[in-house]
Structure formats: structure tokens, C-alpha cells
T-cell receptor, first 116, second 114 residues
Framework: AQSVTQLGSHVSVSEGALVLLRCNYSSSVPPYLFWYVQYPNQGLQLLLKYTSAATLVKGINGFEAEFKKSETSFHLTKPSAHMSDAAEYFCAVSDLGYSSASKIIFGSGTRLSIRP | DAGVTQSPTHLIKTRGQHVTLRCSPISGHKSVSWYQQVLGQGPQFIFQYYEKEERGRGNFPDRFSARQFPNYSSELNVNALLLGDSALYLC?????????????FGEGSWLTVV
């Protein structure tokens, strides 16, 4: 079964610094991978998704993620953090083995804080 | 176009009561899924419905039920509420069942059980 592990429940960076949020996946088949962002008291917004078309995936708000099969990783990066990036970030994988349905399996989340 | 809409946005219920949460998917989307997000955790899959049929169920007790209507909107029902049911309930819609379909989430319904 598919699963994802997010390394670090809380990451704090300075405004303008590199953002790196780590995610490792476990899948017996090529997975579909996602990063979602959740601002306080809001629902989930899709940042980007990997569907095997390209290993480097560009998303919204300047974020990108690189699929590395050899490392089973799908880390999220942004070159320069902005105060508005402060939120909870979830790595997720499609459960491809789930009968005729598709469902998303989420990691436990990483809270990103931005220091002025 | 409107996104996924959910109602109510916030509600407070007493233990043992029943609650109904509602969801309208994005226009043209036929699949609706429900997720429970307990504070401090990632969302957990509850149900998926497609073309008014249940297509998937997560590890939740029978107190949780759902249905999908001909217009593809959906209701999530929870009976005999427990304190542990307090959570953000998220509805998501997608065009179909393919794992490659993007799933779009609503803002959620905050349920507090006291």
C-alpha cells in the first residue's frame, strides 16, 4: 500500500531564504504524488502534482518539487520564502491499489513558519 | 466557476446527536469524496461516491454514512456523535475515478462535539 512520510512537523525559515519541505513515499508502483497547502482555518489547496510526465514539477506560488525514484522522495522547495507562505503543507499519494476508487493518502503535515 | 462548496461551515453538537454535512461538487464533477481532519493531523479518507454509488470506504465505523444525489451533491451523516468526532470534515470532488484526476477540496465543515 502507498504511504508518505513527512520529515519534520515544523520548519522555520527567514523571509527570503530557501524553503525545503521533505517527503518520502512508499509505493510498489509508480505513484501519483501531490503537495497541498492549508492556510489557517481553510481547506486544502493543490500546490502541484506529479503524474510521471516530468520529474521536476512546477506548481503555484513559486513552489516546485522533484520526484527522485532512487531516493523515493518528493521534496517541496521554493527559492525565496515570503511571509504569505506560512501555512501547513501536506504531501500526499494516490492509493492506486484501492479497488475501483481513487483516494488520497496524506502525510501528517509540516507547519511552515516564516521569520521576518 | 464555483469551487467545491460545503455547508454548514461551523456547527456544535452534543454527544449522542446526529449531524448532516452537505457538499456540492465543482460543476461537471461526478465523484465526491469525504475526509476527516482531526486537529494536528492530515486528512483521513472516509468515503468516495461516483455516479451515486459508493466506490470506496475508509476505516470508519458504521455511524458514518453518506449518499450522493442525482445532481452529484452529497451528504455525510454521522450518528451517535462522540467527542472524538470533533474535526474538520472536508469534501473533495474530481471529474472521475482515475487516480490521475486532480481532487479539489472545499473549505470544510468544522464540527465540535461537546
Amino acid at each position: 500500500a502507498q504511504s508518505v512520510t513527512q520529515l519534520g512537523s515544523h520548519v522555520s525559515v527567514s523571509e527570503g531564504a530557501l524553503v525545503l519541505l521533505r517527503c518520502n513515499y512508499s509505493s510498489s508502483v509508480p505513484p501519483y504524488l501531490f503537495w497541498y497547502v492549508q492556510y489557517p482555518n481553510q481547506g486544502l489547496q493543490l500546490l502541484l502534482k506529479y503524474t510521471s510526465a516530468a520529474t521536476l514539477v512546477k506548481g503555484i506560488n513559486g513552489f516546485e518539487a522533484e520526484f527522485k525514484k532512487s531516493e523515493t522522495s518528493f521534496h517541496l522547495t521554493k527559492p525565496s520564502a515570503h511571509m504569505s507562505d506560512a501555512a501547513e503543507y501536506f504531501c500526499a499519494v494516490s492509493d492506486l491499489g484501492y479497488s475501483s476508487a481513487s483516494k488520497i493518502i496524506f502525510g501528517s503535515g509540516t507547519r511552515l513558519s516564516i521569520r521576518p | 466557476d464555483a469551487g467545491v462548496t460545503q455547508s454548514p461551515t461551523h456547527l456544535i453538537k452534543t454527544r449522542g446527536q446526529h449531524v448532516t454535512l452537505r457538499c456540492s461538487p465543482i460543476s461537471g464533477h461526478k465523484s465526491v469524496s469525504w475526509y476527516q481532519q482531526v486537529l494536528g493531523q492530515g486528512p483521513q479518507f472516509i468515503f468516495q461516491y461516483y455516479e451515486k454509488e459508493e466506490r470506496g470506504r475508509g476505516n470508519f465505523p458504521d455511524r458514518f454514512s453518506a449518499r450522493q444525489f442525482p445532481n452529484y451533491s452529497s451528504e455525510l451523516n454521522v450518528n451517535a456523535l462522540l467527542l472524538g468526532d470533533s474535526a474538520l470534515y472536508l469534501c473533495a470532488s474530481s471529474a472521475g475515478l482515475s487516480s490521475g484526476n486532480t481532487i479539489y477540496f472545499g473549505e470544510g465543515s468544522w464540527l465540535t462535539v461537546v
